[in-house]
């Protein structure tokens, strides 16, 4: 089997400039953990999982002096509502979104599929051709092709 096989489309994408209230409404709506954000041409840019709403305090971007933001876990306390509100509203996606990202093309096989999630610790995968976005495998499709068998 290959990523075309069980890839799940359509995808939901946003922009780099989309507010996060925006990108969390999407995933709501979708009932998604994941959206791709793509540039002006359509292209891959980056990608956010709900797991971006909560990393850790202090965790530091790479090459950068900024750090990530943990928007839900002030939410954690009562007084600190607000200010998750306020911070959802000021921040988008080029914010909060991983890039570059790990993506497969239509043709990779489920093995190299798995193997990119287990070495990079990741869940999903955008399925790419040409810079496009075509779908998305997640851990939980792959356990869906194991559960009806590999292969059938």
């Given at each position: 089997?290959?990523?075309?096989?069980?890839?799940v489309?359509?995808?939901?994408?946003?922009?780099?400039?989309?507010?996060?209230?925006?990108?969390?409404?999407?995933?709501?709506?979708?009932?998604?953990?994941?959206?791709?954000?793509?540039?002006?041409?359509?292209?891959?840019?980056?990608?956010?999982?709900?797991?971006?709403?909560?990393?850790?305090?202090?965790?530091?971007?790479?090459f950068?002096?900024?750090?990530?933001?943990?928007?839900?876990?002030?939410?954690?306390?009562?007084?600190?509502?607000?200010?998750?509100?306020?911070?959802?509203?000021?921040?988008?996606?080029?914010?909060?979104?991983?890039?570059?990202?790990?993506?497969?093309?239509?043709?990779?096989?489920?093995?190299?599929?798995?193997a990119?999630?287990?070495?990079?610790?990741?869940?999903?995968?955008?399925?790419?051709?040409?810079?496009r976005?075509?779908?998305?495998i997640?851990?939980?499709?792959?356990?869906?092709v194991?559960q009806?068998?590999?292969?059938a």
């Open positions: 089997m290959k990523a075309k096989d069980i890839l489309k359509p995808i939901v994408t946003v922009s780099s400039q989309t507010p996060l209230t925006e990108v969390a409404q999407k995933m709501l709506e979708h009932r998604v953990g994941s959206v791709v954000v793509v540039d002006e041409k359509g292209r891959l840019a980056g990608i956010i999982t709900q797991g971006d709403f909560c990393r850790h305090p202090g965790r530091m971007v790479p950068s002096l900024f750090e990530s933001p943990n928007v839900l876990s002030n939410w954690l306390y009562p007084d600190q509502v607000e200010k998750v509100y306020k911070a959802a509203r000021n921040l988008r996606a080029q914010d909060i979104m991983h890039s570059p990202v790990v993506t497969v093309s239509p043709e990779a096989s489920l093995e190299r599929v798995l990119l999630m287990l070495k990079h610790d990741i869940n999903r995968i955008p399925v790419v051709r040409r810079g976005v075509v779908g998305i997640s851990r939980f499709d792959l356990l869906k194991m009806q068998g590999y292969g």
